[in-house]
Nanobody, 127 residues
């Protein structure tokens, strides 16, 4: 059974940092692209950052480029999202998503993943 479990969210002041983790199970980790999407109250879900199954391609949305970093640890079946210089507009529920290497797309300009989703972790940036 495919499972994605997010953790690391919380309340942080503007300018602060958080590191989100997505632990995957139930599938061959290195066969899947994995990404982070977020949904703010009253808004549609949007892509934040993604990493290809090999780790060679990464995607960052324009609103997080230069502030966020994504990485994967295949030994731990985990993808991390390091979020620095957080802004109030970064507030939302952050979801982990996974899609097979031959079904999803991750490159520097696009992230198209939509197969398996986690339950999300809340990130609130406020003073």
């Amino acid at each position: 059974q495919v499972q994605l479990v997010e953790s690391g969210g919380g309340l942080v002041q503007p300018g602060g940092s958080l590191r989100l983790s997505c632990v995957a199970s139930g599938f061959t980790f290195d066969w899947y692209h994995i990404g982070w999407f977020r949904q703010a109250p009253g808004k549609e879900r949007e892509g934040v950052s993604c990493i290809s199954n090999t780790g060679s391609n990464t995607y960052f949305s324009s609103f997080v480029k230069g502030r966020f970093a994504i990485s994967k640890d295949s030994a731990m079946n985990t993808v991390y999202l390091q979020m620095n210089n957080l802004k109030p507009e970064d507030t939302g529920v952050y979801y982990c998503v996974a899609d097979r290497w031959d079904q999803g797309v991750v490159d520097s300009t696009v992230c198209l993943l939509d197969d398996h989703w986690g339950q999300g972790t809340q990130v609130t940036v406020a003073s």
